[in-house]
């Protein structure tokens, strides 16, 4: 993918502004939709006008978070009335970091001293090796203030971050070649610069967007190592497995069908997807599995004895019920219900009457799991982002969706700040029916996607279908 287009390119290009009524009607301000005898512009291109507006989108979650840094995340009020919180700085030196300890050490007395990392290796050496170079650029005057050090770790990062941002949003620019305004959902969503710099969720972000770019370009290998390396990073990016052997079985029934012959074995491209998945996974863990077998299960662990938490669907229960729910029966109906889940998406994705992109297929399995899930950070919103831009590209049903998030954003940390509290006591309501609506909003963007797939006439890796009708172009002069 280049930063020039050809005029071949952009005359089968879709644009938004004959695409998309949302769009066709913000554009009405400048000038309207795109004309028939529009050309492409010698400089901006749509990737480098989407790389500009992830850039400022990025910028915006900066000044965002700039009362928290100027109190050095200090202090706990003005976390949560700012809406600023981070766990980076806490985690540089609640884990050793700030100390330069390996996180899967297991010398006794950092132990001691240190909990280890609750996190999948790859956001462990990440924030390692971010520390490294906190250490090495750190002003040296002879005094040390850990606090101010931490914010230096936490702009790190951000600088880590915004490239990553970037990286993401090129490789969703070039999934589909000829709907490469689709990434915009992800470059200037509002959930990306409020949740960017709340924890390293950015890693297996942009791995899931490059594991959708070189699926689209028939890379399998590729591929799996990418879901390898994002399942060490977060778990959720295993999840593209299962929308890849929903893929695979379309081929193959077609296949065994009609007697024709593809340019890949599916049954190869499956077969090299995990394979090399496994393989990617397992080289990744083993430093750290090697040089601590205890600290190394710490995440699994952490995870299996979690009780109902912050945004989950069992937190509400419990407090509407008023009974705590123990961890042992929530892991399984969670994994009944994701089991089901799963069987679910199979279904739809061998019942469509085309080929279901892996980005559709991707958001309903993770959509799945969130939904259940014992917990739900308020940057969990990263993990369906890129999924969900190429998986339902329309501004209203995004829009629709964002706003969910952005309350349960909002409410989380009034709730964690005990701003919701009720003056007689007992659990803030106005929390629970937050968590409710943006647990509503994602279903709705669930059904949205659900019911492309069953509708769609579409080949695969073409552009969506849309319920609505396009917006016819415009000419102008």
């Given at each position: 993918?280049?930063?020039r287009s050809?005029?071949?390119?952009f005359?089968?290009?879709?644009?938004?502004?004959?695409?998309?009524?949302?769009?066709?009607?913000?554009s009405?301000s400048?000038g309207g939709?795109?004309?028939?005898?529009a050309?492409?512009?010698?400089?901006?291109?749509?990737?480098?006008?989407?790389?500009?507006?992830?850039?400022?989108?990025?910028?915006?979650?900066?000044?965002?978070?700039a009362?928290?840094?100027?109190?050095?995340?200090?202090?706990?009020?003005?976390?949560?009335?700012?809406?600023c919180?981070?766990?980076?700085?806490?985690?540089?030196?609640?884990?050793?970091?700030?100390?330069?300890?390996?996180?899967?050490?297991?010398?006794?007395?950092?132990?001691?001293?240190f909990?280890?990392?609750?996190?999948?290796?790859?956001?462990?050496?990440?924030?390692w090796?971010?520390a490294?170079?906190t250490?090495?650029?750190a002003?040296?005057?002879?005094?040390?203030?850990?606090?101010?050090?931490?914010?230096?770790?936490?702009?790190?990062?951000?600088?880590?971050?915004?490239?990553?941002?970037l990286?993401?949003?090129?490789?969703?620019?070039?999934?589909?070649?000829?709907?490469p305004?689709?990434a915009?959902?992800?470059?200037i969503a509002?959930?990306?610069?409020?949740?960017?710099?709340?924890?390293?969720?950015?890693?297996?972000?942009t791995?899931?967007?490059?594991a959708?770019?070189?699926?689209?370009?028939?890379?399998p290998v590729?591929?799996?190592?990418?879901?390898?390396?994002?399942?060490?990073t977060?778990?959720?990016?295993?999840?593209?497995?299962?929308?890849?052997?929903?893929?695979?079985l379309?081929?193959?029934r077609?296949?065994d069908?009609?007697?024709?012959?593809?340019?890949s074995?599916?049954?190869?491209?499956?077969g090299?997807?995990?394979g090399?998945?496994?393989?990617?996974?397992l080289?990744?863990?083993?430093?750290?599995?090697?040089?601590?077998p205890?600290?190394?299960?710490?995440?699994?662990t952490?995870?299996?004895?979690?009780?109902?938490?912050?945004?989950?669907?069992?937190?509400?229960?419990?407090?509407?019920?008023?009974?705590?729910?123990?961890?042992?029966l929530?892991?399984?109906?969670?994994?009944l219900?994701?089991?089901a889940?799963?069987?679910?998406?199979?279904?739809?994705?061998l019942?469509?009457?085309?080929?279901?992109?892996?980005?559709q297929?991707?958001?309903?399995?993770?959509?799945?799991f969130?939904?259940?899930?014992?917990v739900y950070?308020?940057?969990y919103?990263?993990?369906?982002?890129?999924?969900a831009?190429l998986?339902?590209?329309?501004?209203?049903?995004?829009?629709?969706?964002?706003?969910?998030?952005?309350?349960?954003?909002?409410?989380v940390?009034?709730?964690?700040?005990?701003?919701?509290?009720?003056?007689?006591?007992g659990?803030?309501?106005?929390y629970?029916?937050?968590?409710?609506?943006?647990?509503?909003t994602?279903?709705?963007?669930?059904?949205?996607?659900?019911?492309?797939?069953l509708?769609?006439?579409?080949?695969?890796?073409?552009?969506?279908?849309?319920?609505?009708?396009?917006?016819?172009?415009?000419?102008?002069?």
């Amino acid at each position: 993918m280049t930063g020039r287009s050809t005029g071949d390119e952009f005359e089968s290009r879709v644009h938004p502004t004959q695409d998309d009524s949302v769009v066709a009607a913000v554009s009405e301000s400048v000038g309207g939709p795109m004309g028939r005898h529009a050309a492409p512009h010698r400089f901006w291109s749509p990737v480098r006008v989407l790389l500009l507006l992830t850039a400022l989108c990025f910028a915006v979650g900066l000044v965002q978070k700039a009362p928290c840094a100027n109190s050095l995340w200090q202090d706990g009020a003005e976390n949560y009335n700012n809406m600023c919180y981070s766990d980076l700085p806490p985690l540089y030196y609640g884990r050793g970091l700030a100390d330069g300890h390996w996180p899967y050490t297991d010398d006794p007395v950092v132990r001691a001293q240190f909990d280890v990392m609750e996190y999948p290796v790859g956001i462990s050496y990440w924030a390692w090796a971010t520390a490294k170079v906190t250490r090495a650029i750190a002003p040296d005057d002879g005094t040390r203030d850990v606090a101010k050090e931490a914010r230096l770790y936490t702009a790190v990062n951000a600088v880590g971050f915004a490239l990553l941002a970037l990286l993401a949003t090129w490789f969703l620019a070039g999934v589909t070649r000829r709907r490469p305004w689709d990434a915009a959902g992800f470059a200037i969503a509002p959930t990306l610069a409020l949740t960017a710099l709340i924890n390293w969720d950015l890693l297996a972000v942009t791995l899931v967007a490059a594991a959708l770019w070189t699926w689209s370009r028939d890379r399998p290998v590729l591929t799996g190592v990418l879901i390898g390396l994002g399942t060490a990073t977060k778990l959720y990016p295993l999840f593209l497995l299962g929308g890849i052997l929903v893929i695979c079985l379309r081929r193959l029934r077609r296949v065994d069908g009609n007697g024709d012959t593809e340019e890949s074995d599916p049954v190869f491209d499956f077969g090299a997807v995990a394979g090399s998945a496994a393989v990617a996974w397992l080289l990744a863990n083993a430093p750290a599995y090697i040089s601590g077998p205890a600290e190394w299960k710490v995440f699994w662990t952490f995870n299996s004895g979690r009780g109902a938490d912050l945004g989950s669907i069992w937190l509400v229960l419990q407090q509407v019920f008023d009974h705590p729910m123990q961890p042992e029966l929530i892991n399984k109906v969670s994994w009944l219900f994701f089991g089901a889940w799963c069987v679910g998406v199979l279904l739809i994705g061998l019942k469509a009457p085309a080929t279901p992109r892996l980005a559709q297929l991707g958001f309903l399995v993770v959509a799945g799991f969130l939904l259940i899930n014992k917990v739900y950070s308020p940057q969990y919103v990263l993990w369906l982002l890129p999924l969900a831009a190429l998986a339902r590209p329309r501004w209203r049903d995004l829009l629709i969706w964002q706003t969910g998030e952005i309350v349960y954003f909002a409410a989380v940390w009034l709730y964690l700040g005990d701003y919701l509290a009720p003056a007689g006591g007992g659990d803030a309501g106005f929390y629970s029916i937050a968590t409710l609506l943006r647990i509503a909003t994602e279903l709705y963007l669930v059904a949205i996607v659900a019911r492309d797939v069953l509708r769609q006439p579409l080949a695969e890796n073409d552009a969506p279908a849309s319920v609505s009708k396009p917006v016819p172009p415009v000419s102008r002069s």
